[in-house]
């Protein structure tokens, strides 16, 4: 409602209350004389637009009915179609400000209204949730808590005890809320014990299927999936627990926080090389006997197997080289097992190139080095080179200044390696052949343009 005769704000904002308190006025006022002329509250109702349905209804509860429940007045606005936002606001007020009887006083009114039950629900979220004091919900019928649990749970409805969110856990699983199960175990993160918050997330993967709608539900994953990285830091054997629950919640939570996966398949090639045997083709397979589900299944899947970056056997910057060997060998017995030897350069050269620095200073480790000496695979060092091209990302040109130092600098990386390393060498010489093209291409370019 406009001010009749606002005061202006000052640097500091310090008529912000006073002119909070004319508004105040103005709207009490104009109640007063509302009232005094027995004037149709209906008819006031249909002046104002709908985006204020809400704030009327809380000043019909604090100046029309003086902050008290009117089942008359109530049963009155009831009888027209289409003003729920109203009729919640006037509840919402008078049980804000102690009126507590007016949950179990209004729902009773509000049954079927406009032939639905979304008042009746609405007016039963309300209420404050705390187990112990029997909330409303409780006892209602399955139609009216399905339908409650549907809906999201502010966090200071919730009285934070433990009882009370064990309670909310379990009805939000039963009914397949997902998003307010994992903003409600948010909230909770303070009164669970770890393994509790560990468990409670488990949990996560026998909803049928989480649709978070929202970035802020994203971020509650992201953050309940850091304090659970935490905690159970070390403790390996949770750790497949821990993978299979990140590997559900794969294009929630990125590739970085999925520590207790990176783990594993860095110890182990048994879980990459089950990706690997989902999305590609099989030696002697053809694309056509693949279904619209398989190819469902692979599109997702490949979105997170294209994120996937790690060097086998990698420990703090560290590489051991007989642990590497036996993973590279395990790796392609399962990729021989499963039809997709052909296969094994490639991905050898993908997650090579995330290698960390050998302690000579040059890429990639020693260890990794031997390994791609002892293969001698054109495939490899291709894919090694498509990696390490494909880290660079998005770039604004320069006129070739930076595809120059890029050059420059994986020669110096090359000349390094090449005595020991010959194999290792030609991959770093392919890059500075092809940054040093780039840059030529991009200075010929920014001449042109001058």
Same mark, same amino acid.
């Given at each position: 409602m406009p001010i009749l005769n606002p005061i202006p704000y000052d640097d500091k904002n310090s008529s912000k209350d006073e002119n909070r308190e004319l508004k105040e006025k103005e709207i009490r006022e104009r109640f007063r004389e509302f009232i005094d002329n027995n004037l149709d509250l209906s008819s006031l109702i249909k002046l104002v637009d709908k985006k204020n349905y809400h704030n009327l209804g809380m000043y019909i509860a604090k100046y029309y009915t003086n902050g008290k429940f009117s089942s008359l007045i109530y049963g009155e606005m009831l009888k027209i179609s289409g003003i729920q936002q109203v009729l919640y606001g006037y509840v919402s007020y008078l049980y804000r400000n102690g009126e507590e009887k007016v949950i179990k006083e209004a729902k009773q009114l509000s049954k079927k209204y406009d032939g639905k039950d979304e008042l009746y629900v609405s007016i039963l979220t309300i209420e404050n949730l705390k187990y112990h004091n029997n909330p409303e919900i409780i006892d209602e019928s399955e139609d009216i808590k399905v339908l409650y649990w549907s809906y999201p749970i502010s966090s200071f409805r919730l009285e934070k005890d433990k009882e009370t969110f064990e309670w909310c856990l379990c009805e939000l699983k039963k009914y397949g809320n997902g998003v307010a199960y994992i903003e409600c175990l948010y909230m909770a993160?303070?009164?669970? !014990? #770890?393994? !509790?918050?560990?468990?409670? =997330? %488990?949990?996560?993967?026998?909803?049928?299927? %989480?649709?978070? /709608?929202?970035?802020m539900s994203g971020w509650y994953v992201k953050n309940i999936i850091e304090y659970i990285g935490k905690n159970f830091e070390g403790n390996y054997e949770l750790y497949n627990d821990i993978a299979s629950l990140e590997l559900y919640l794969r294009g929630i939570i990125e590739w970085g926080s999925m520590?207790?996966?990176?783990?594993? =398949?860095?110890?182990? #090639?048994?879980?990459?090389?089950?990706?690997?045997?989902?999305?590609?083709?099989?030696e002697g397979e053809d694309r056509n006997d693949k279904t619209k589900d398989d190819y469902e299944i692979v599109q997702s899947l490949f979105n997170f197997y294209y994120n996937i970056?790690?060097?086998?056997? &990698? /420990? /703090?910057?560290?590489?051991?080289?007989? $642990?590497?060997?036996?993973? *590279?060998?395990?790796?392609?017995?399962k990729l021989t097992e499963q039809k997709q030897?052909?296969?094994? +350069?490639?991905?050898?050269?993908?997650?090579?190139? @995330?290698?960390?620095?050998? &302690?000579d200073g040059y890429y990639p480790h020693e260890s990794v080095r031997d390994i791609i000496e002892e293969l001698e695979d054109d495939k490899l060092r291709s894919s090694y080179v498509s990696a390490e091209c494909n880290k660079r990302g998005v770039y604004s040109p320069d006129a070739g200044r930076t595809e120059k130092e890029m050059a420059l600098r994986y020669k110096q990386n090359?000349? +390094? *390696?090449?005595?020991?390393?010959?194999?290792?060498?030609?991959?770093?010489?392919?890059?500075?052949?092809?940054?040093? @093209?780039?840059? !030529?291409? $991009?200075?010929?370019?920014? $001449?042109?343009e001058w």
């Open positions: 993160l303070e009164i669970f !014990e #770890p393994k !509790e918050i560990l468990k409670y =997330m %488990i949990d996560l993967k026998e909803f049928k299927g %989480i649709q978070l /709608n929202n970035q520590k207790c996966t990176q783990y594993i =398949m860095k110890k182990d #090639p048994q879980l990459y090389a089950d990706i690997i045997n989902i999305i590609y083709l099989h970056h790690f060097c086998p056997c &990698e /420990n /703090n910057g560290d590489i051991d080289y007989h $642990e590497l060997k036996d993973w *590279v060998h395990k790796f392609n017995e030897s052909n296969l094994l +350069g490639n991905e050898l050269g993908r997650l090579f190139a @995330y290698s960390p620095i050998g &302690e090359a000349d +390094g *390696v090449s005595t020991i390393y010959p194999e290792t060498a030609k991959i770093y010489y392919s890059l500075y052949e092809r940054y040093h @093209y780039q840059s !030529e291409a $991009e200075r010929r370019r920014a $001449e042109d």
